[in-house]
């Protein structure tokens, strides 16, 4: 996978958990649930990305 990709993919999981925390500290349950879901694309994605990378070496 391209490094722009994992890049992409860290971003999103690092957006997920300053959105997470931002509501955490504003009380909006809406954003908290947001962040979270963020970040778990996020992780979901990159290790997609990892497994792809050990079958192919």
């Known amino acids: 996978m391209s490094i722009s990709k994992k890049i992409a993919h860290k971003a999103e999981a690092m ?30 994605k990159q290790a997609a990305t990892k497994i792809r990378d050990a079958f192919k070496h």
């Open 15 to 44: 957006k997920g958990d300053a959105k997470k925390t931002s509501g955490r500290a504003t009380g909006s349950r809406r954003l908290q649930a947001e962040g979270r879901g963020d970040q778990v694309k996020g992780n979901i």
